[in-house]
């Protein structure tokens, strides 16, 4: 009789990375003889990838972890295993404060991914790492890395062992071969209604990516790792210290997953790392990333190509004019200032002042106008006054941002900052918080309205079936017919930008195409735009030049 596969759940917590770092688990768990299911409660083993960023990230993390623990109670679930961020910063902390978790592993065991698993099913218990600064584990000097060995990186690599190779299967792909909706991420903590990334194309073909990868998620988007850690030392971050140093993937490595994912259906990469504007400076060549974003965008059937993460000290003429007149490269900047104040700033171990930003902004707005320019601030920040803040305002009202993300200050383990004296209350940091957030939804959602009447180009990454203007009451009568889709613009990143639905949408236009709508009204964020023509199907290759 033969022996079923042992099967695994993937919950993915966290930012795009972590997404990448779990389709790597995901190839080698498939490589490895395990059978990836959605489905927890049918899991023997049910691994998260852990988010260790933030309080509120790392309390969704723990939140996770016990909701995972309740099906060894409730279903066929024989272990909950920790990994990502808040493991690898923690190792054997959170181990002994999570007993309900049967192990703790750290990025070093990726690679051993499906033995670690087997083992601590067979009831072994696995010993928990001690948690170190993984700067350290590298030369100090960027050039000297790249010969550097026997430091494991999540999402990097040379090459597929034989051991490895992943062996197609067709189960799980529909009988139209088109992509499928998105999947779901984790959406409470009841156990019921656990929702977990479930694999949806058929496995990684043998000349796939040259690290282990088995996509999660069968939309139309997918991040791409460009390099992992930094080098920076913001007061306030410890990821470095977890992510380690900063160290890029070689571009014909990233060129090849980019083929890869393009074969399997992706029509937009999101270039992902810690610190984009850092890539190919430990490779020798600081405008790297300037000739690689062209290159990709070459990649047959790749329709757009985002970049992610971006340092504003780091900036440089010659990326600006890479990411606004490169053809395929959307001009998109996800602009990290955290802060206007230039006091502050300097006490945050950062860059930069407010007139120097907007200096910035001129700087993308003179060579694309409609441009798409995000950032997040922190408020709260030891020593921070009400001037801060108001220069701060200042600067948001007059930055023309088309989102805004807005953090409380909150002390993070083995961080500069956490030393410092001048802390907020909790009460002001909320008031703060309050106020900044406050103005950021107002700015965002005019520089949301000022869009109407823009023909934008939408990605679209889902279509709704049911939409029948037979049916639509009176309140829809402004609603054009035909059925309606949402997906995304050039100027609005993944999940945190938000979206645009495309109403009017006339039968064979599909999720995965690229269409042009007008913009006719918004809601909030998000815009609201009427179809008028398919620039580029699902199966097509991509338009010579896009909008943002």
């Not at 051991?163 to 019921?192: M, N």
């Not at 945190?496 to 949408?505: F, N, Q, R």
Request: proline share 6%; with cysteine; glycine share 8%.
């Amino acid at each position: 009789m033969t022996t079923p596969p042992t099967t695994v759940a993937l919950v993915t917590l966290g930012c795009a990375r972590n997404d990448v770092d779990s389709e790597e688990l995901a190839g080698r768990l498939e490589a490895g003889g395990f059978r990836l299911v959605e489905d927890a409660a049918e899991a023997d083993t049910v691994v998260v990838n852990t988010c260790g960023f933030v309080e509120a990230a790392k309390k969704d993390s723990v939140d996770t972890l016990l909701a995972a623990a309740d099906y060894k109670d409730s279903g066929r679930t024989q272990a909950v295993v920790a990994v990502g961020c808040l493991a690898e910063r923690y190792g054997e902390q959170l181990a002994d404060a999570l007993p309900e978790t049967d192990a703790v592993l750290s990025f070093d065991d990726y690679a051993d991914i499906s033995d670690r698993l087997r083992s601590i099913l067979s009831g072994t218990k696995h010993q928990p790492h001690v948690p170190r600064d993984r700067r350290k584990l590298l030369p100090l000097a960027p050039s000297a890395r790249a010969a550097t060995t026997g430091v494991a990186i999540p999402g990097h690599g040379d090459h597929i062992p034989a051991e490895l190779k992943p062996v197609r299967s067709t189960e799980s792909v529909e009988s139209d071969g088109g992509p499928q909706p998105l999947k779901g991420r984790f959406v409470t903590t009841a156990p019921e209604e656990l929702t977990i990334d479930a694999p949806d194309l058929a496995s990684a073909p043998a000349s796939g990516p040259r690290v282990v990868r088995r996509r999660l998620d069968g939309g139309p988007m997918a991040p791409l790792k460009l390099a992992s850690g930094c080098d920076r030392r913001c007061a306030f971050c410890a990821i470095p210290m977890f992510r380690g140093a900063f160290v890029s993937r070689r571009p014909t490595e990233v060129l090849g997953e980019a083929q890869w994912l393009a074969e399997n259906g992706v029509r937009e990469l999101f270039l992902v790392s810690e610190n984009s504007t850092s890539y190919g400076k430990d490779l020798g060549d600081l405008r790297l990333l300037e000739t690689l974003v062209s290159e990709i965008a070459e990649v047959p059937g790749i329709a757009r190509v985002r970049v992610s993460y971006l340092q504003p000290a780091e900036m440089r003429p010659t990326l600006i004019t890479a990411m606004t007149s490169t053809p395929g490269v959307v001009p998109y900047f996800d602009l990290s200032f955290q802060h206007a104040s230039g006091p502050l700033l300097r006490r945050m171990r950062r860059f930069g002042d407010a007139e120097r930003f907007l200096d910035l902004i001129a700087q993308v707005r003179a060579t694309a106008p409609t441009a798409g320019i995000r950032s997040n601030v922190i408020v709260g920040f030891p020593g921070e006054t009400e001037e801060d803040v108001d220069i701060l305002c200042d600067f948001l009202s007059r930055a023309g941002l088309d989102a805004i993300g807005v953090f409380g200050y909150s002390d993070e383990d083995g961080t500069e900052a956490e030393t410092y004296d001048g802390k907020l209350d909790e009460d002001t940091i909320a008031a703060r918080l309050d106020r900044v957030t406050r103005l950021a939804e107002d700015l965002t959602s005019a520089r949301a309205e000022a869009r109407v009447g823009e023909l934008l180009e939408i990605l679209l990454e889902s279509v709704d079936p049911s939409t029948d203007p037979a049916t639509d009451t009176e309140a829809d009568t402004e609603r054009a017919d035909g059925r309606s889709g949402e997906g995304r613009a050039a100027h609005q990143g993944p999940e945190v930008d938000g979206s645009t639905t495309v109403i009017g949408l006339p039968d064979g236009v599909n999720v995965g195409d690229m269409v042009s709508a007008k913009v006719v009204g918004t809601d909030g964020v998000d815009l609201i735009a009427e179809f008028a023509a398919l620039v580029s199907p699902q199966d097509g290759r991509r338009a010579a030049n896009l909008t943002a």
